[in-house]
């Protein structure tokens, strides 16, 4: 059974750091590209950050480049985000979501067959 699960959240204080994961199971991982989302209460769900199965092709959210980094570890079936100089507009419930394909729209969730069931960041003094 396909399964995504995300973790790595917490408290952060306003210029903190938290590295989130995505481990997957169940499928063949590196044919699937992976994005990293997220959705604020009251808000839309939004592309944070997405990667190409080979991990060489990355995407970042405007609202986000400079602060976090995406990378992949194929062998271990694990997606990473690294997110430094975090601020409180970044507090929300994290997912990461499998696509069998990847371009330049990969921070659109329509795209993206499977999700994980979210990890949350709050990030608060």
């Known amino acids: 059974q396909l399964q995504l699960v995300e973790s790595g959240g917490g408290l952060v204080q306003p210029g903190g750091s938290l590295r989130l994961s995505c481990a997957a199971s169940g499928f063949s991982w590196d044919n699937y590209a992976i994005g990293w989302f997220r959705q604020a209460p009251g808000k839309e769900r939004e592309g944070v950050s997405c990667i190409n199965p080979g991990g060489r092709s990355t995407k970042y959210a405007d609202s986000v480049k400079g602060r976090f980094t995406i990378s992949r570890d194929n062998a271990k079936n694990t997606v990473y985000l690294q997110m430094n100089s975090l601020k409180p507009e970044d507090t929300a419930l994290y997912y990461c979501?499998?696509?069998?394909?990847?371009?330049?729209?990969?921070?659109?969730?329509?795209?993206?067959?499977?999700w994980g069931q979210g990890t949350h960041v709050t990030v608060s003094s």
């Open positions: 979501a499998a696509a069998s394909t990847y371009g330049s729209a990969c921070l659109a969730p329509m795209l993206y067959n499977y």
